[in-house]
């Protein structure tokens, strides 16, 4: 009976140390979890926690950021409605290379970006745009690319870069658009999520097409569309005469899937009423 109850007892204290095992190895995993899910919170707050609100109404509005330590935004040259609080003064952020900075001048963006980053305090940053519009916040997915109409651009998280590409698929080099044939491309370069803002003329408002769906734009209308969308030139009129005499001509033709974003207003239009009144 002894030999019995020792053999019983000696079973149970196995099972206690081999549960004991178990949960220090269960502790292990979850300070690891742990550890892993501060990392993670770390990575997602350096781009998604950026407090911004758009002050004012469509027309007259501006977009403000609550700068922390070391949050940054890249912004177009000449944005700038004021600084607030600790943040270190405005430098220019380069490019990998001058030609990839040249090429984005030649979409119709600024060839040099400004970036402002939070100091130790922190701090607020206004940003605006100079047209009577409004401001489109584009949420950018991890590696996501959007081309924009030229000069949109308005500011975005540091991870974004502002590229160019050759968008017209038609052959015909950007006759009759005031777009062209090479585009600002945006990009979110990592695997984080990412903002961009963009300045329209007017209102703007989201399209989504199915697949072989189609849609003409007027070309000045054009705001955004995912990357892998391409256009071809084509006339909104019926016939010749009506394509030149009918004030439309000609117009961006893209065909789903994919999602497309319009600015209500031309600008262009707005720009030739200047003109004749003075």
Known sequence: NSLNKNKKNNSIDTKKSQNNSTNIKNSQDNSINIKKSQNNNTIIKKNKNIKYSIVGKPGSNY????????DAIINSPGSLIYLRGDIKKGEIKYDDSFGKAFWRGIAGED???????GNNKGGSIALGIDIPGDILCLDLEPKSEWIISRGSFLCAYDNVSIESKYTNSSGIIGIGTS????????????????????????TFEKINLNNNETIIIDNSCFL??????????????????????????????????????????NFNNFKNMVKLKK
């Not at 060839?111 to 980053?117: D, H």
């Not at 391409?230 to 899937?257: C, H, N, R, W």
Request: charge should be positive; charged fraction near 20%; glycine fraction near 12%.
């Open 224 to 265: 955004a569309c995912t990357k892998n969308m391409e256009y071809i030139i084509e006339s909104f009129g019926k016939d010749l005469t009506s394509t030149f005499l009918g004030g439309e001509v000609f117009g961006m033709k893209f065909k789903g899937p994919g999602t497309i974003y319009i600015q209500s207003k």
């Open 179 to 202: 777009e062209g044939f090479i585009l600002p491309l945006i990009k979110n370069n990592d695997n984080n999520n990412s903002k961009v803002w963009l300045g329209c003329y007017g």
């Open 63 to 70: 977009v403000k950021f609550d700068l922390k330590l070391n």
């Open 111 to 117: 060839i040099f970006i400004s970036r402002y980053v």
